[in-house]
C-alpha cells in the first residue's frame, strides 16, 4: 500500500491565488520530508527540505516567501504556493525516506496549473 | 560541482534486453538508486546499490563501480508497460539524493 500520500492530485487556480498541498506520511514518522518540482521531461528538482517543528531549508534560487513550507507534525507537510503564476505550472512531488541509506517513498504527485 | 549523466532516451524491442548507464560525479557517495517514472507519475523505486556488484530483481537488474562512478540498470524481456522514464540518483555525502535527468525508455512491438 502506500507509503506517503499527497493531496490534491491535480488542482487548477487563478493567477495571484494560492494553493495548499499536503503530504501525509502513511507508515511511519517523518522528521523530514522533501519537496521537488518537475516541468516537462525535466528531471526532479528538489526545492526544499521539510523539516519537522523547524523552518525548511530551501535550496538556492527557490523563494521561500513564496513557497510556504509547513510541518507542524511528524506525518504532515502542506507546501503553500502563494500568489501563483502561470509559471508555476508544474509536478510538485513529496517524499519521505525512513532512514539515512533507504530509497525514498514518494507521494503521488500534484499537478499545478496556474491559468 | 555534482553530477549525473544518463542518455536521453532509448529504443528497444519487446521481448528484448536494454542496459541503460548512468555515470556520476558527487561529493561523496552514499548508494545509488534507480527509479521508474511513467509520465505524469510520482517515480516508483526499482534498486538501491551501495557495495559494487550485480544486484538481481526479477527482469530487472543494477550494478555498481563505485572505482568509475558507473552504474547500470538491465531490463530483460522488456514489456510494453517498460515504457517509462528511468531515473539514476545518488545519495552524497549529506545523504541528499543528486538526481540524473532521466531516460527515456520506448519500447516498439
Known amino acids: 500500500g502506500a507509503v506517503v500520500s499527497q493531496h490534491p492530485s491535480w488542482v487548477i487556480c487563478k493567477s495571484g491565488t494560492s494553493v495548499k498541498i499536503e503530504c501525509r506520511s502513511l507508515d511511519f514518522q517523518a522528521t523530514t520530508m522533501f519537496w521537488y518540482r518537475q516541468f516537462p521531461k525535466q528531471s526532479l528538482m528538489l526545492m526544499a527540505t521539510?523539516?519537522?517543528?523547524?523552518?525548511?531549508?530551501?535550496e538556492q534560487g527557490v523563494e521561500k516567501d513564496k513557497f510556504l513550507i509547513n510541518h507542524a507534525s511528524l506525518t504532515l507537510s502542506t507546501l503553500t504556493v502563494t500568489s501563483a503564476h502561470p509559471e508555476d505550472s508544474s509536478f510538485y512531488i513529496c517524499?519521505?525516506?525512513?532512514?539515512?541509506?533507504?530509497?525514498?517513498?514518494f507521494g503521488q504527485g500534484t499537478r499545478l496549473t496556474v491559468v | 560541482g555534482q553530477n549525473i549523466d544518463q542518455p536521453t532516451e532509448m529504443t528497444a524491442t519487446e521481448g528484448a534486453i536494454v542496459q541503460i548507464n548512468c555515470t556520476y560525479q558527487t561529493s561523496g557517495f552514499n548508494g545509488l538508486f534507480w527509479y521508474q517514472q511513467h509520465a505524469g507519475e510520482a517515480p516508483t523505486f526499482l534498486s538501491y546499490n551501495v557495495l559494487d556488484g550485480l544486484e538481481e530483481k526479477g527482469r530487472f537488474s543494477s550494478f555498481l563501480s563505485r572505482s568509475k562512478g558507473y552504474s547500470y540498470l538491465l531490463l530483460k524481456e522488456l514489456q510494453m508497460k517498460d515504457s517509462a522514464s528511468y531515473l539514476c540518483?545518488?545519495?552524497?555525502?549529506?545523504?541528499?539524493?543528486?538526481w540524473g535527468a532521466g531516460t527515456k525508455l520506448i519500447i516498439k512491438p
Open positions: 521539510s523539516n519537522e517543528g523547524s523552518k525548511a531549508t530551501y
Open positions: 517524499s519521505v525516506t525512513q532512514g539515512m541509506n533507504t530509497e525514498a517513498f
Open positions: 540518483a545518488v545519495k552524497d555525502s549529506n545523504y541528499q539524493l543528486i
